[in-house]
């Protein structure tokens, strides 16, 4: 296939995405101001439903709980898959890290990420934030020690056994939450009264804080496995 | 607030056609996280904060790393 063929099938197959895309938001009704449809229903009774300030976080994790379960179990699977194909033995050939200046200036900072990305995990009911972010924040510390302290340092701080432990474990709080939302409540993942706080307090809204720190460790732990996995051949190449 | 908007709408768009048109892969990653990082000020602009944060985290942080670790990989054996 020529350059001019592979040009013509590009821009083919762009057309007709901008076609669907066109087709879809056409379709879509207008926008209609905040004082009606189901939008307004969550602004004005979101607080007294499930005692969240932040009604991102009450959609996510209340009313659509259900949806988050099933984000949580694509990630589950798609770290599954690529340890799968890309895992060969635990341990790589680990690089030596970065300079020494690196090492020390990310050594004052990585508590700091640490605590930052622990904030918005247990703060996702009351400011901007929640699970699945403070859950990347915390894959990035182990980001940082592969890439600047060399993936044996990585290795031998939390292993890939404690980190499928995190992930397990975070998976587990969900479904264990969701569960006794049926003994208690009556219905999966319904948020569970008897926790509910005063308003605007660190642990209130019922389960949602519990459910925020159980996606956090899973999916945190879920995309460090990833960049793992992803970095061994790497440096057995490399080095 | 309209003109930032505007700004930003325009880099955007900049920062994406840049990303396609390079073929290095390195200065592609790097627009890409550009990318990111005027999207996280455009959800800002119109206080989408959840959003923004996670745009930030996942797209100027998460990917850039897993594109790199991609592209050392795929640089030792000959392509065209």
Redesign the interface.
């Known amino acids: 296939m020529n350059k001019l063929m592979k040009k013509i099938m590009i821009s083919v197959v762009l057309t007709g995405v901008a076609f669907a895309l066109y087709q879809n938001f056409s379709l879509m009704p207008e926008y209609q101001g905040l004082n009606e449809g189901l939008s307004n229903y969550i602004i004005k009774s979101g607080l007294n439903d499930t005692g969240s300030l932040?009604l991102?976080?009450a959609v996510l994790y209340d009313y659509r709980a259900f949806d988050s379960l099933g984000e949580s179990t694509v990630i589950f699977g798609a770290v599954s898959g690529i340890v799968l194909i890309l895992s060969r033995k635990m341990l790589p050939v680990s690089s030596k890290g970065l300079s020494f200046i690196v090492k020390r200036a990310l050594g004052i900072m990585t508590p700091f990420i640490a605590l930052f990305g622990f904030y918005?995990i247990t703060h996702g009911h009351l400011t901007?934030?929640?699970g699945?972010?403070g859950g990347?924040?915390l894959?990035?510390i182990s980001?940082i020690f592969s890439?600047v302290y060399g993936s044996a340092f990585d290795y031998r701080r939390y292993s890939p056994q404690t980190k499928t432990l995190f992930e397990t474990g975070g998976a587990l709080t969900f479904l264990g939450l969701g569960l006794a939302g049926i003994l208690m409540e009556g219905a999966f993942l319904q948020n569970l009264g008897f926790l509910t706080a005063e308003t605007g307090t660190l642990i209130s809204a019922g389960s949602i804080p519990y459910i925020n720190i159980g996606v956090g460790f899973k999916v945190g732990a879920g995309?460090a496995i990833?960049?793992y996995s992803?970095?061994q051949?790497?440096f057995e190449?490399d080095f | 607030m309209a003109v930032l908007e505007i700004i930003l709408v325009i880099f955007l768009v900049f920062s994406a056609l840049m990303a396609v048109y390079f073929d290095e892969e390195l200065i592609s990653i790097i627009f890409l996280s550009i990318f990111s990082l005027v999207l996280t000020a455009l959800y800002l602009l119109h206080k989408a904060a959840d959003v923004a944060l996670a745009e930030a985290v996942i797209g100027a942080g998460l990917n850039t790393a897993i594109f790199m670790s991609a592209i050392s990989q795929i640089r030792h054996g000959d392509s065209d």
């Open positions: 932040n991102i976080t918005v901007p934030g929640g699945f972010q990347v924040i894959a990035a980001i890439i995309l990833i960049f992803m970095i051949k790497t190449e």
